[in-house]
């Protein structure tokens, strides 16, 4: 819970000192601007129904946004996930996102874009549990850095919230790191 409250500080004391990109400019974040990319996350995952029971979490989310006024970007994705339970057993899952971020220039090539995401994921477990499907809330706040004309990386934090659903006795928070590269037209 600290973290979230950190992140949302630094995110705001950010967005008080930046400012959004201006009409007129060419390049990321600017209005029209689509983009394209490969968002890769590992997290480390620990829920307070078991404690000391974790996993891992490889996600691969393809996604697309487009920045509709000022740094304001509209978005989604469409997701493979992969995640190993210390607990023995193994999900692989399908997901579909809608997001919304901001971008705020911090330097010529440089831009922090945080953003909020829901999901919505389909879970299709080995024998020894069941299939699913859930919801969750995404908050990630990555530093993007143009390295070639529309071409740019990006890394920073992510917080990942699943709330309890029928079935399960506990909501999941997943705290990580966010790499994003892609490109933009």
């Known amino acids: 819970m600290h973290l979230v409250i950190s992140v949302l500080v630094v995110a705001s004391l950010t967005f008080a000192l930046a400012e ?14 689509v983009v394209v990319a490969g968002d890769l996350q590992v997290n480390a995952m620990r ?29 989604g994705a469409v997701g493979l996930t992969y995640q190993s339970y210390d607990l023995g057993f193994e999900i692989w899952g399908l997901g579909l996102s809608a997001r919304v971020g901001y971008a705020l220039r911090l330097a010529d090539r440089l831009l922090l874009w945080p953003r909020a995401a829901a999901h919505y994921s389909m879970a ?27 071409i ?13 659903q029928d079935g399960t006795a506990s909501s999941m ?12 037209f």
């Open 173 to 184: 928070t997943s705290y990580g790191l966010r790499s994003v590269l892609g490109g933009w």
């Open 47 to 75: 829920w307070s129904s078991s404690p000391g029971s974790g996993g891992t979490s490889i996600s691969l989310y393809p996604s697309g946004d487009v920045f509709v006024a000022g740094g304001l970007s509209l978005g």
């Open 152 to 164: 740019f990386i990006g890394f920073g934090p992510s917080v990942l919230y699943i709330p309890a």
């Open 20 to 33: 959004p990109a201006r009409a007129g400019e060419t390049g990321l974040a600017v209005p029209g601007t």
């Open 124 to 150: 299709f477990c080995d024998e020894t549990c069941n299939d699913f499907d859930s919801w969750s809330i995404e908050l990630s706040a990555p530093l993007v850095f143009d390295v070639a004309p529309h």
